[in-house]
Nanobody, 120 residues
Framework: QVQLVESGGGLVQAGGSLRLSCAAS????????MGWYRQAPGKQREMVAT???????SYADSVKGRFTISRDNAKNTVYLEVYSLKPEDTAVYYC??????????????WGQGTQVTVSS
């Protein structure tokens, strides 16, 4: 089993910034990608940013230019730096990991989430 632990969330004012961290541990074999998703009350969970083991990144249109995802493969850790935060960024942010083990099938894991609240 894989465990993902997020940290760095909190209450910030609009225009502020945060750095979220996600550390992976457990039965890690071959990571394909790690990423961040978020879910606000009453809304569907949405992808925010992902980064592959090769370093390719993807961002949701709503956060392009404001959020930056990075990784430290040696530590099995992924980061999300968020800038110019808006109230609509308020959500629980979840870390996600995809890996392969013995074949081409991908296995998906989720963290417990960290709350980001942006006040005006």
């Amino acid at each position: 089993q894989v465990q993902l632990v997020e940290s760095g969330g909190g209450l910030v004012q609009a225009g502020g910034s945060l750095r979220l961290s996600c550390a992976a541990s457990g039965s890690i074999f071959s990571i394909k990608s790690m990423g961040w998703y978020r879910q606000a009350p009453g809304k569907q969970r949405e992808m925010v940013a992902t980064i592959t083991s090769g370093g390719s990144t993807s961002y949701a249109d709503s956060v392009k230019g404001r959020f930056t995802i990075s990784r430290d493969n040696a530590k099995n850790t992924v980061y999300l730096e968020v800038y110019s935060l808006k109230p609509e960024d308020t959500a629980v942010y979840y870390c996600n990991l995809l890996q392969t083990i013995w074949g081409p099938e991908s296995y998906q894991y989720w963290g417990q989430g960290t709350q980001v609240t942006v006040s005006s």
